[in-house]
């Protein structure tokens, strides 16, 4: 079984700055891509940025320029730089990850979220 443990979350003002980390533990071959979504209160869950093992990004629209993805793959985590944080990030964060097994089958995790508030 692999956990997914997200940390640093919080409040902060708008134009602050939040750094949140994602480590995957368990039984990993490998990660092939890492990613943050974000779901706020009453919305879908959105792709926010992914990454993968060789280190291309994509990000969503609203994130651009803003937002850095990255990712330390000998210690199997994903981090995500927030800056300029405006009110309408505010929503809970998700990592996910897609595992590979010894057996080489990819199987899909997420973590349980973390919440991200920016006051204006």
């Known amino acids: 079984q692999v956990q997914l443990v997200e940390s640093g979350g919080g409040l902060v003002q708008a134009g602050g700055s939040l750094r949140l980390s994602c480590a995957a533990s368990g039984k990993i071959f490998s990660i092939n891509a890492m990613g943050w979504y974000r779901q706020a209160p009453g919305k879908q869950r959105e792709l926010v940025a992914t990454?993968?093992?060789?280190?291309?990004?994509n990000y969503a629209d609203s994130v651009k320029g803003r937002f850095t993805i990255s990712r330390d793959n000998a210690k199997n985590t994903v981090y995500l730089q927030m800056n300029s944080l405006k009110p309408e990030d505010t929503a809970v964060y998700y990592c996910k990850a897609n595992v590979e097994s010894v057996l080489a089958y990819e199987y899909l995790y997420w973590g349980q979220g973390t919440q991200v508030t920016v006051s204006s």
């Open positions: 990454i993968t093992s060789g280190g291309s990004t």
